[in-house]
């Protein structure tokens, strides 16, 4: 059996998971079950969502089903690509099981500054992971790339580590962190995006109070601008993993979920970040995010006073 731990959970898995912190709890919280996808088969990539279940199938890979938060069950293709599908089990696949155990799943990265996570949200290709590793290269501890899990339960939000990978394009490497791209493995075939490993100095304790989310965007200058609460409500949302799940409106545990989105939003400020698109001032971003962290931590930026009423 191959057990792992991730996002404060012990994973027992049939699929080997190298990405993955070993653990070596006998007992696990989640259960990976690997079948092969039946000869028949006609798969048509799409998702579909029920009561404590997620379903997950793509045509090149193979059918994933979520229940209730402990067990993925997948459907190979005997023959696909190991890493090919890592991807999205590490990734849609996790944060729909993560989603369905209560937490609050943003597709974001995250590093530790001074013991407090920060994390970057964006579009595609805007720089989340990018600046995340241009702070892990100024050695902040990196908590997690692609996925955010900020915990459930009363009090301040914390988030939990996810594993030590990057996933960086090869210039973005190159930039932040001084690699060859060509000395790191690709993610798969056909997957422009390499795997860089981020062991030294991962936070692996989880309960990492989380203190504030940056929503990159791109402008003339380098400027960092606190978000008012409202929208960022509407952020929040926006960088939802599971925001195909959000418009499931027949889902009796919307509201509730959606008052945890308001109160994260009135707790945690969200501070847009312009910038320039350009690796060169990537020391430049690094140090108006230790500043601001600094300033947060001294208590001189304006504390937060508005709610969210939804």
Known sequence: MNAYIAYGLHIHSDIVLPELERSD????????????????????????????????????????????????????????????????????????????????????????????????????????????AALYARGHAMITDDILAVAPGAGAPE?????????????????????????LPELADRVSKR???ARDGFQAATGVPLSAIYVLGKGPQLAATEIPVQQAFVELLRYSYNVSQLRAVDDPGLPALFRRYADLATHVPLWSLQRQEDLHALSDIAQLIES??????????????????V
């Open 25 to 132: 709890r006998a007992t696990p919280d989640v259960r990976i079950h690997r079948r092969i996808l039946p000869a028949s088969a006609v798969l048509h990539t799409h998702h579909e969502y029920g009561p404590g279940v997620a379903m997950y199938e793509w045509s090149d890979i193979g059918r994933f089903r979520v229940v209730d938060g402990t067990e993925i069950h997948a459907e190979l293709d005997p023959n696909v690509d190991a890493r090919l599908v890592r991807l999205p089990l590490l990734g849609t696949v996790m944060a729909a099981l993560l989603h369905q155990r209560g937490f609050l799943v943003l597709h974001a990265s995250a590093v530790a500054i001074e013991g407090q996570g920060v994390a970057f949200v964006g579009h595609k290709g805007w720089g989340k992971s990018t600046t995340a």
């Open 159 to 183: 988030v939990a580590a996810g594993f030590p990978q990057l996933k960086l394009h090869p210039a973005s490497a190159q930039a932040a962190l001084g690699d060859d791209p060509s000395a």
């Open 195 to 197: 795997a860089r490993t």
């Open 292 to 309: 601001r962290t600094r300033e947060d931590r001294s208590g001189t930026n304006a504390s937060i006073s508005a709610t969210v009423r």
